[in-house]
């Protein structure tokens, strides 16, 4: 069975601080799963900014249909990474999800896990 190259890739779980700009995550085109607080969002862009500790993303909700916002909520994304000339990245949402409750240390614990994980058995 032929694969198709335009066929949308699983978003790889990263941390704001993975962002940086020496990552290996920080590639345009990059499928990306992010998670932080809703910082600010504005209506009339579509763009909103999610913070964890100091470090912040931008993201692009156009795609995101009847979704509602609520600043100082938790909120996980899963889109592409757009990088844009001044070197600014910003993610573009095809799906956003309200996370509140979420225990971040927990999650961030897991995510160590299964880097883990896929360091000792994926490099088979």
Same mark, same amino acid.
């Given at each position: 069975m032929a694969t198709c190259s335009s066929a949308i890739k699983p978003g790889i779980l990263v941390t704001l601080q993975d962002l940086h700009t020496t990552?290996? +995550? %920080?590639? /345009? *085109?990059?499928?990306?799963?992010?998670? *932080?607080k809703l910082q600010d969002f504005s209506v009339e862009i579509a763009v909103a900014v999610i913070v964890d500790g100091s470090y912040n993303l931008k993201i692009d909700t156009q795609h995101l249909r /009847? +979704?509602? +916002?609520?600043? !100082?909520? &938790? $909120? =996980? +994304? &899963? !889109?592409?990474?757009l990088i844009k000339p001044d070197t600014e990245a910003v993610l573009q949402a095809r799906i956003g999800r309200n996370v #509140? *409750? &979420? #225990?971040? /240390? %927990? $999650? $961030?614990?897991?995510? =160590?896990?299964?880097?883990?994980?896929?360091g000792e058995h994926m490099s088979d």
């Open positions: 990552s290996p +995550f %920080l590639k /345009n *085109g990059a499928s990306l799963r992010v998670v *932080g /009847n +979704f509602s +916002f609520r600043v !100082g909520s &938790i $909120y =996980q +994304f &899963i !889109g592409e990474l #509140d *409750g &979420i #225990d971040l /240390n %927990l $999650y $961030y614990q897991s995510l =160590q896990l299964l880097r883990r994980f896929q």
